[in-house]
């Protein structure tokens, strides 16, 4: 086992280079540039700006310069945002998005799970033709719809929760409608591939064993059948807490909450190539020691997994 973790965690060595290469190359070879605007600058002036961020050296030397620096953490100068590096921005803004998907998730994780059981061990009654129906809800509609709905019943309608925002006096109440509206299509996966699991998993051999052994249902569930039905949505959780935080721009914008996702999308349309560099370099990171995480937990899980 501790071989295994070692050679998978310097596996994600080779992994991180590729992906840092192949995003620079294809970042710095679309159209269009940092620099390039509708009203084209004189030409001695755009070479000194090109200078500065040496960008007038060959391709090969900018990767060089530029892998050298995110080797010491450096991810380098906003071309857009003059007064701050990529380091401040990505610094200032991750971690509301941290926030907000973590909480999503382990919402998402939660009730998915919970609905799941539910809906299995209630299989063709009500109960499962609820869980599933807002499973099927979670999954077609969009978040641009689910936010303003729940705005609109408990914001305006209700007065509960504030409509949009982030920290100041009301902050842990302006997290929750954000927070339930990004973990509606998670919960949705989760609801139905634990259902599927579980459903898969009472049928098995080992299970009716322990219920001839006159073991209360409670006990049989818990000890015998989500340990095994829950590797699905392990293995799902790796892409999902990568995705949940990726995935968080039409939230963000819809509760105007300070998040990665926005300046994403901002350095995308400016063609910031550092800035889009180091959200890419930092969404990767996260995307494979999650999966990194799993791959370890699995062995936990079910022990006929081997590791040799």
Do not use: C
Request: overall charge positive; proline content about 6%.
């Amino acid at each position: 086992m501790t071989k295994f973790i070692i050679r998978r965690f310097l596996s994600l060595i080779p992994t991180m280079f590729v992906i840092i290469t192949l995003s620079f190359f294809l970042i710095r070879f679309a159209p269009g540039g940092p620099f390039s605007s509708e009203k084209k600058l004189p030409e001695a002036v755009l070479q000194n700006i090109l200078k500065k961020y040496h960008m007038d050296e060959s391709m090969p030397m900018q990767y060089l310069r530029y892998f050298n620096d995110v080797l010491h953490g450096d991810f380098g100068p906003s071309y857009k945002y003059k007064e701050s590096t990529v380091n401040e921005l990505i610094a200032q803004s991750f971690p509301n998005s941290i926030v907000l998907g973590s909480v999503a998730l382990a919402l998402a994780v939660f009730a998915g799970i919970g609905v799941g059981i539910t809906s299995a061990l209630r299989q063709n009654r009500w109960q499962d033709y609820l869980a599933m129906s807002l499973a099927v809800i979670g999954i077609s509609v969009p978040l641009f719809v689910i936010g303003p709905v729940l705005q609109l019943a408990f914001s305006m309608q209700l007065k509960w929760l504030p409509v949009s925002g982030w920290y100041g006096r009301k902050w842990p109440l302006t997290l929750i409608l954000p927070a339930l509206t990004l973990s509606f299509p998670y919960f949705a996966y989760i609801a139905r591939l634990s259902r599927a699991s579980i459903l898969e998993v009472l049928r098995s051999d080992y299970v009716r064993t322990a219920r001839a052994k006159g073991l209360k249902e409670s006990a049989v569930v818990l000890k015998h059948v989500l340990k095994g039905a829950l590797l699905p949505v392990v293995s799902y959780l790796g892409p999902a807490f990568s995705g949940i935080i990726t995935g968080s721009i039409v939230v963000e914008s819809v509760f105007v909450v300070p998040g990665v996702g926005r300046i994403f999308v901002q350095s995308a349309l400016n063609r910031d190539y550092t800035l889009i560099m180091g959200e890419v370099i930092v969404y990767s990171l996260i995307l494979v020691v999650m999966n990194f995480a799993v791959d370890i937990v699995y062995g936990f899980l079910d022990p006929r997994i081997s590791y040799k």
